[in-house]
């Protein structure tokens, strides 16, 4: 019958790329996908379908029954309200966890579970990373930095902004951040899905020693859309009166924003490179993509979909 992972976020940003991931090394799929989101589009992939979210226990059930694997790289980014995180990031990752006593967990997380106090959402997924690590079975917890690549539409901006002449960024001196392309991603955690390794939080990047600065950025961006840039600092003060404004519209009904209060607070923490590089040693995990190749293949994605 062969080895059986069952997926949460397959229909997100990371997802339709690791699930390739996974049916390349043979694995039998068995995908959580909202009722209310379209099925993904995964060209040479089957998969078994469970219509479901993560309140949703008996489709948990569903989805983990025979499994041998777990990966959950499913979870809120943006809320309407801060206890939207921890309904679904911790929450949710606790009633899938506790369906799933003996199978392999391996969850997705981020470098924001390092800072929990700077938003609900880093406590958020500090909270799911404690859930993880308190089970009896085996598990992973991988901390993903900020990934871009072909369908990321949280970054769109940016680019746009940067295809008008203007880099927008936090004004922060001397703060570095780490990346990785999207298809690099689910690679080193497909191949993490593949390895024994020991209980434990690791970290991932794309290899850059010491991350990057905005300064890089702004140059791998310029670069991909061939056009010169001016850098736009903004200072913290202009940022929290857009994240003050985007909490107000989506209090009064408005869609989630990316950028509110507490997402500042996150951009103006100077450190968000990783610390903890066992995982690539461990598995001989090399990223693909650099920034520039990242950034072109992202910008040629996006021109192709006429996003940018």
């Not at 406590?123 to 369908?151: C, D, H, M, N, T």
């Not at 690679?187 to 905005?214: K, M």
């Not at 995982?279 to 920034?291: E, H, M, Q, S």
Request: aromatic residues 8%; charged residues 25%.
């Amino acid at each position: 019958m062969g080895r059986l992972v069952a997926v949460t976020g397959a229909t997100g940003f990371v997802g339709p790329h690791l699930v390739s991931a996974l049916a390349r090394r043979g694995w039998k799929l068995r995908l959580l996908v909202r009722r209310w989101s379209p099925l993904p589009s995964l060209p040479g992939v089957e998969a078994e379908i469970v219509l479901g979210d993560l309140g949703d226990e008996a489709a948990l059930r569903r989805l983990v029954d025979g499994a041998d694997t777990v990966v959950h790289a499913a979870g809120l980014i943006k809320a309407r309200a801060p206890a939207d995180f921890r309904t679904v990031n911790g929450e949710g990752t606790a009633r899938l966890s506790a369906l799933a006593p003996q199978a392999r967990f391996v969850l997705l997380s981020s470098l924001a579970a390092r800072e929990p106090q700077l938003s609900a959402y880093a406590e958020s997924k500090q909270e799911a990373e404690r859930v993880v690590a308190g089970r009896a079975g085996p598990w992973l917890v991988i901390r993903a930095p900020a990934v871009y690549g072909p369908g990321d539409r949280e970054t769109l901006a940016y680019f746009r902004a940067v295809a008008r002449g203007l880099a927008p960024r936090p004004g922060l001196k001397d703060a570095r951040l780490a990346l990785i392309h999207v298809e690099d991603l689910a690679e080193a955690l497909a191949a993490a899905v593949e390895c024994s390794l020991p209980n434990s939080v690791y970290e991932v990047d794309d290899g850059q020693e010491g991350g990057y600065g905005y300064g890089d950025m702004e140059a791998a961006a310029a670069a991909a859309l061939e056009r010169a840039v001016r850098s736009l600092p903004i200072p913290r003060g202009i940022m929290k009166v857009v994240g003050w404004a985007n909490g107000l519209r989506q209090a009064w009904g408005g869609s989630p924003q990316i950028l509110t209060s507490s997402k500042v607070r996150e951009m103006f923490h100077p450190d968000w490179t990783v610390h903890d590089h066992r995982l690539a040693a461990t598995i001989g995990f090399r990223a693909r993509y650099d920034l520039s190749a990242g950034f072109r293949d992202t910008v040629l994605w996006y021109r192709r979909q006429q996003w940018l």
